[in-house]
């Protein structure tokens, strides 16, 4: 069975995130998103129109093909320029191995996949909660847009706001309102994505990511809620775009999908996003979208678009090819057309240790990690010494908190020299657990089985 419909959620959401699941409401909405869409009230700019077809036919909701073309072919509207001019590629500026990337990627602690650069999880042993932000990974679609925060400025427009007026903020502007400080990890929904193939011998696409495409970091900024209804929230409003001001992102094959960005249901954008300009207590850095990101608390990385350069609020529902061909589950378990777009995290752990570490086998060992989930705090982590034989608890060193980790450790002796392999197994306070396998999807999205981690006593 499809893990879409299993997932269990905390009774504690707001608005959209029921008991009943935050992906069967996206489900709802997007069955509804489709349906407006064949009436030719929906939007679905740089999409394929065959890929809304096979949306549609996935949905149950397949209609004449001219329907749909009428819906595909309504005019779309074009943004009002967004006042920074065009976004600059820097590459170069430093040592880095990653093309794009602005800050330093020492090998100590990145490995770099890419255009990104993923963080090694024994580079955060003994640093404290907060990833340090020059540890934390990067994930560029192209590359890192250095913007002049004096002249930068956020556009909010479009037809969900009252009067169809657009609103301009400048970073001063965003900073006179109130501000909102909290903790929340941004992870890529590929995160894990390496372990389909070593672990379940299974065929995914994307980058190659380990364990290390998530960090935690201290955010400040305004409430997006409070900027839109400065901005003249209208009744009617349904989906809310951010688009980033990094280049065009193309394809493998050539096509261009335009700038990054991905719709946000405005219950969701109403909750707990914040328009983020501080990122563990500095101005947001280049590469983390400064000066200003959105930050979705809980939800996979490409919801928290980075360098936000203007934010289209509609009353009607769109899509971007970031919530219809990418971020939905495809596979033998899914529907043809994929599953609803994907929305909050699920659940991991991994130890602050290299791949294959020796460890000196006639010594105590206190080994440490991290566990974390899209769902709620992470309440207790297992630990097993023995390939999963015996597992025994580890202590945790934070208290469980939505949208954030917990570090984590358990002392061990090996019995002798020798291959041994680590796991670790988190338990959140919605009761999941992670699991032994993950139901495979093709672009190996939202991987959440206990990770196998192979080391050496010497
Ligand atoms: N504008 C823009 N926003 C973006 C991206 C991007 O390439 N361009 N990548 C997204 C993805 S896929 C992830 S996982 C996170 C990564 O955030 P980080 O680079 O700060 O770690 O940013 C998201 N926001
Ligand atoms: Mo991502």
């Known amino acids: 069975m499809p893990r879409t419909e299993s997932h269990a959620e905390p009774p504690t959401e707001s608005l959209g995130e029921s008991p009943t699941g935050t992906r069967s409401d996206e489900a709802v909405y997007d069955r509804r998103r489709l349906r407006q869409w064949l009436a030719g009230e929906a939007r679905a700019d740089g999409i394929e129109r065959r890929d809304m077809l096979r949306l549609l036919a996935a949905a149950g909701l397949a209609t004449t093909a001219t329907a749909a073309t009428a819906g595909f072919a309504a005019p779309a509207l074009a943004a009002p320029g967004t006042g920074t001019g065009t976004p600059g590629s820097t590459g170069g500026a430093s040592a880095a191995a990653v093309p794009g990337i602005v800050k330093p990627l020492p090998e100590a602690w990145f490995t770099s996949r890419g255009t990104n650069a993923e963080t090694k999880f024994e580079a955060l042993a003994g640093t404290g909660h907060h990833t340090p932000t020059d540890r934390f990974f990067v994930r560029n679609h192209t590359s890192t847009p250095v913007l002049d925060a004096s002249t ?7 037809d969900g706001l009252s009067g169809g007026r657009a609103a301009e903020f400048t970073l001063d502007e965003l900073k006179r309102l109130p501000a909102t400080t909290r903790s929340a990890f941004v992870e890529c929904a590929g995160n894990g994505r390496s372990f389909f193939t070593t672990q379940q011998g299974q065929t995914v696409s994307g980058t190659a990511w380990t364990l290390g495409a998530v960090g935690v970091a201290r955010w400040r900024g305004v409430r ?12 009617g409003a349904v989906d809310v775009l951010p688009r980033g001001l990094d280049p065009d992102y193309v394809t493998a094959d050539g096509t261009n999908l335009g ?3 991905r719709p946000l249901p405005l219950s969701k954008a109403l909750d707990d996003v914040l328009l983020a300009y501080e990122m563990n207590g500095e101005p947001l850095p280049p590469d983390h979208g400064g000066p200003v990101r959105v930050l ?10 980075k360098w936000v350069g203007d934010i289209e609020v509609s009353a009607q529902p769109l899509y971007s090819p970031w919530n219809t061909d990418f971020y ?19 659940l991991k752990s991994a130890f602050e240790l290299p ?30 010494t023995d390939g999963g034989a ?60 206990v990770v196998r981690h192979p080391v050496q006593a010497v």
């Open 152 to 158: 930068w400025s956020l556009t909010v427009w479009g």
């Open 224 to 235: 997006l809620g409070e900027v839109l209804r400065r901005a003249g929230l209208s009744r």
């Open 259 to 261: 700038r990054v960005r």
């Open 296 to 305: 979705v608390p809980s939800w996979i990385g490409i919801a928290s678009i």
């Open 328 to 346: 939905r589950l495809f596979g033998d378990a899914y529907p043809a057309g994929g599953s609803a777009p994907l929305t909050r995290q699920t």
């Open 355 to 384: 791949w294959n570490a020796s460890l000196d086998a006639a010594a105590d060992h206190r080994l440490t990690g991290r566990s974390w989930s899209g769902a709620g705090g992470v309440a207790r982590v297992d630990v097993s």
């Open 390 to 449: 015996s597992w025994r608890r580890a202590r945790l060193h934070d208290a469980p908190r939505r949208a954030d980790w917990v570090r984590w450790s358990a002392d061990w002796r090996p019995a002798g020299p020798g291959a041994y392999t680590l796991l670790a197994r988190a338990t959140d306070t919605t009761g999941r657990t992670q699991p032994e396998t993950t139901v495979h999807n093709t672009q190996g999205y939202l991987f959440d089985a």
